[in-house]
């Protein structure tokens, strides 16, 4: 197995239109939010704006790791609190008979040391999606496919739900022969999968101290391994997501493994394309961490209010040691926070990360 590489700022490569491209997807984001916001008189993020969970625990970083995997947040050993919101990646909400990839958002509390660029408080987040590849290669395709998904945004639900049967079918005919389609997952033929059982990627490349990586959480514990695949019944319940998590939570206790997958070849394992999948064979996963959320109430009101309403997650959000990386990481920073301050001017309600120590 190569060494992994190094980090420096030439591993990335920047286009000229970009600022353009960001300010487009800024305008396009707000076609979402408006909409929503109008129609439901509540504003919601633009994208992943349906939770099915909102889950607190804690993440035990691993004593003794070598070098290369002490890095950034996972150089000291030791526990911290987490908050974990389990989504879908529609920028409405949206019937759950619409199946789409699951989320995973991760915010890992009372973090120190130096921060990205206007990153608030002592938090470092962690945004991932039950696949290892993103479904555009750049920001520019990936606007494209956004402004179509716009125009469709909080309209014709009865033909969404029709059209993610079909597209199911397709996808699962298409898989039995061995072929993935992360566009027709987009939307809505992705499995209706139970997302207890799923395992999360960060699909993006992240700064890892002095290396560079990619991320994964991994369900370990029995009770939920025993859901992996399990697919929910969502054809007259328009929450069936988020009862089933709510009833599956009160009575295990969850454990996932955070794995770490080091960059060890810059042309196979490029930083600028997030829909070339890096190869486990020469590039494994390794394990870092664990996080243990005990029994709970997955929906609990005071808990829901404080992080789906009053958080947000974002790649920007963290360490400089985990700074993302590549075009689509670089096109998160402006329309992530432009989303948050819309919902906070909306709704009137403010949005913070939460104090440290708590």
């Not at 898989?175 to 033929?189: I, K, Y």
């Not at 699909?203 to 992996?228: C, E, H, M, N, W």
């Not at 996080?291 to 829901?304: A, H």
Request: hydrophobic residues 40%; negative net charge; glycine residues 8%.
């Amino acid at each position: 197995m190569q060494a992994p590489v190094r980090y420096s700022p030439e591993v990335e490569t920047l286009g000229q239109d970009e600022g353009q491209t960001i300010a487009h997807l800024c305008e396009t984001f707000d076609t979402i939010l408006q909409r929503v916001a109008s129609d439901s008189g509540h504003a919601v993020r633009a994208v992943h704006a349906k939770a099915h969970g909102i889950l607190e625990g804690r993440l035990t970083i691993d004593a003794g790791l070598p070098p290369e995997l002490a890095q950034g947040l996972f150089a000291t050993p030791g526990e911290h609190r987490v908050y974990m919101r389990l989504s879908t990646n529609a920028g409405d909400i949206l019937p759950d008979a619409v199946s789409l990839p699951r989320g995973l958002a991760l915010k890992v509390l009372d973090v120190p040391g130096e921060r990205l660029p206007d990153a608030e408080g002592t938090t470092q987040n962690f945004i991932m999606v039950n696949g290892p590849v993103f479904q555009a290669p750049d920001a520019e395709k990936f606007l494209g496919s956004l402004k179509l998904l716009a125009g469709t945004t909080d309209r014709a639900e009865g033909l969404k739900v029709a059209a993610s049967t079909v597209l199911r079918g397709v996808n699962k005919a298409l898989q039995a022969v061995g072929v993935e389609s992360p566009t027709l997952a987009a939307l809505g033929g992705a499995p209706n999968v139970d997302p207890l059982g799923e395992t999360y990627y960060s699909v993006t490349p992240f700064r890892y101290g002095d290396y560079i990586a990619k991320f994964s959480l991994q369900p370990v514990s029995a009770g939920l391994t025993a859901r992996t695949g399990t697919e929910i019944d969502a054809s007259d319940r328009p929450n069936a997501i988020r009862e089933t998590v709510q009833s599956e939570m009160a009575g295990l206790t969850g454990v996932w493994e955070f794995r770490v997958q080091l960059c060890r070849d810059l042309d196979s394992q490029p930083v600028e394309d997030p829909t070339v999948a890096w190869d486990e064979a020469a590039a494994p996963f390794q394990r870092v961490g664990l996080i243990r959320v005990e029994p709970q109430d997955s929906w609990d009101g005071d808990r829901v209010r404080a992080v789906d309403e009053e958080m947000r997650f974002s790649v920007w959000t963290g360490l400089a040691a985990h700074r993302p990386l590549g075009n689509i990481n670089r096109a998160r920073n402006a329309p992530y926070r432009h989303s948050a301050q819309f919902r906070e001017r909306f709704n009137g309600c403010p949005i913070h990360e939460p104090p440290a120590g708590r």
